[in-house]
T-cell receptor, first 114, second 113 residues
């Protein structure tokens, strides 16, 4: 069964910490995405990547960075965590569009910044 | 910019039909999607419809697309308690090289026995 795996289901971090959220997919997908999900706001795109070492800003990139050194792994980095980054973070992957059958999502990481 | 709108809540009795509605703005969308999110989980692709179709049926699910009004709906027949979840509508946008999706806010559907 194809999978997108996020390394942690729950994380609690302190304000100012550097936080790494890891995502790995085993489907050889070109595209990978990071979203955050907040009640009433739906999913908001933080960053995406459609190739190794390539990244594009989404709608809310401020306070975040990403790394894609290998095709299967896409990391989201919170350089200095703040309480307003408390959220559910969802990673997704997909084939290149043109054969667009939608995303496969990970189970999510619920991050609490205290 | 592109936008997808959904109502936030739906309450339905077990055995009845559920209808979840969505409006979108990008008339060039190639595909439109419905995702389901169960509590504590990620999103799962339920179904999708290609933009040149008006309707798609898959077991208990029926998707209707009105391109003129940019309106998409998901009908779930014989709703079960396991259908309680958040349902997200999404549209594909941008060039064919990015595969970006824009999601609605999600409709929380509560099924009552």
């Amino acid at each position: 069964d194809v999978k997108v795996t996020q390394s942690s289901r729950y994380l609690v971090k302190r304000t100012g910490e550097k936080v790494f959220l890891e995502c790995v997919q085993d489907m050889d997908h070109e595209n990978m995405f990071w979203y955050r999900q907040d009640p009433g706001l739906g999913l908001r795109l933080i960053y995406f990547s459609y190739d190794v070492k390539m990244k594009e800003k989404g709608d809310i990139p401020e306070g975040y960075s990403v790394s894609r050194e290998k095709k299967e792994r896409f990391s989201l980095i919170l350089e200095s965590a703040s309480t307003n980054q408390t959220s559910m973070y969802l990673c997704a992957s997909s084939l290149l569009a043109g054969i667009n059958y939608g995303y496969t999502f990970g189970s999510g990481t619920r991050l609490t910044v205290v | 910019g592109e936008d997808v709108e959904q109502s936030l809540f739906l309450s339905v009795r077990e055995g009845d039909s559920s209808v979840i509605n969505c409006t979108y703005t990008d008339s060039s969308s190639t595909y439109l999607y419905w995702y389901k999110q169960e509590p504590g989980a990620g999103l799962q692709l339920l179904t999708y419809i290609f933009s040149n179709m008006d309707m798609k049926q898959d077991q208990r699910l029926t998707v209707l697309l009105n391109k003129k009004d940019k309106h998409l709906s998901l009908r779930i027949a014989d709703t079960q308690t396991g259908d309680s979840a958040i349902y997200f509508c999404a549209e594909s946008i941008g060039s064919s090289n990015t595969g970006k999706l824009i999601f609605g806010q999600g409709t929380t559907s509560q099924v009552k026995p």
